[in-house]
């Protein structure tokens, strides 16, 4: 008999070979939250810790063509993008998306790399805009990401609102703004803080600032876990506070690998024993 309690992800992003971020990460942490995890390589790229040295886009009819055969015969609980590096690849996503009524879609705005090389161009950017923001159900900019995409600069508290609600104004219904990189201090201590949007409604997450080199792969294992959460039918808020501190623990259990930015612990190095010690209490696995 089969077990229809068995929740699938599906991951639409591209492929960093050196396994820190892009869909290898998406595995991990689906796999860390028990669902069960099919992908979509919009890209291959050629990088390690120390960089990206080149990519090879896939064209958006490869990137259906990998899709349907995986949307006709599984069921997606549901599913993020993340490096969508051109707009046919974007326009292909979306209209698949539509056409299976594909739900709980996180949509990680996947820029340019901590390493600085940037993994969209301007039309893609904007047509991601057009067409994912409006059909998603959480948009994950981190503040280089919203300056992008909102045109402006963000300094403080009071921009990440207006960029925030700029977001939203391009069809975004709930917009999390990750603080990683921008440390807030109080009573002597450093925070990062999320902020989450919904709706008119604002949230904030804040964890301790983690002082580390170690966070290749942040941004494409919180979305991912979102996603795994949002499968199992969690609500956005816990899902967004059960990812968060997720990704704290596996900074915090990076294995400090390779000559540059390396890689979060996910995976084999953070799997779900740690999951269920250090996160168990958030997350009672449904
Ligand atoms: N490579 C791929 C394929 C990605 O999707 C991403 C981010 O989403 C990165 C690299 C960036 O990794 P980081 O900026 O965390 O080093």
Do not use: W
Request: glycine residues 8%; charged residues 20%.
């Amino acid at each position: 008999m089969k077990n229809n309690d068995t929740k699938v992800c599906l991951t639409i992003a591209g492929l960093d070979p050196s396994g820190g971020a892009g869909i290898i990460a998406d595995i991990k942490t689906f796999t860390s939250f028990k669902c069960f995890a099919t992908s979509a390589v919009t890209s291959i790229t050629f990088q390690n810790t120390a960089g990206v040295y080149g990519v090879e886009n896939q064209s958006g009819k490869c990137v259906r063509g990998q899709l349907l055969p995986v949307l006709e015969d599984l069921d997606i609980s549901a599913l993020k993008t993340g490096m969508l590096p051109a707009k046919d690849v974007i326009v292909e996503a979306a209209r698949i998306i539509e056409d299976f009524k594909l739900r709980n879609l996180v949509v990680d705005p996947v820029v340019r790399t901590t390493s600085g090389f940037d993994l969209i161009d301007d039309d893609a950017l904007q047509s991601l805009i057009e067409k994912l923001f409006p059909i998603s159900t959480i948009v994950t900019p981190n503040i280089p990401e919203a300056e992008r995409i909102s045109g402006m600069t963000v300094n403080n508290e009071t921009d990440i609102v207006k960029a925030a609600g700029l977001i939203q104004s391009m069809g975004a219904k709930n917009v999390l703004i990750k603080g990683g990189h921008q440390r807030t201090i109080r009573q002597e201590k450093e925070y990062a803080v999320d902020f989450l949007f919904c709706g008119d409604q604002i949230e904030t997450f804040e964890a301790e600032y983690i002082e580390t080199t170690s966070t290749h792969g942040t941004g494409c294992t919180l979305s991912a876990a979102i996603t795994a959460l949002l499968a199992q039918q969690y609500e956005l808020k816990e899902a967004v506070r059960i990812a968060k501190a997720f990704v704290t623990q596996a900074i915090k259990n990076a294995p400090d690998i390779g000559a540059g930015n390396s890689p979060i612990g996910i995976g084999s190095v953070f799997g779900i024993r740690t999951l269920i010690q250090n996160v168990g209490e958030l997350f009672d696995e449904r």
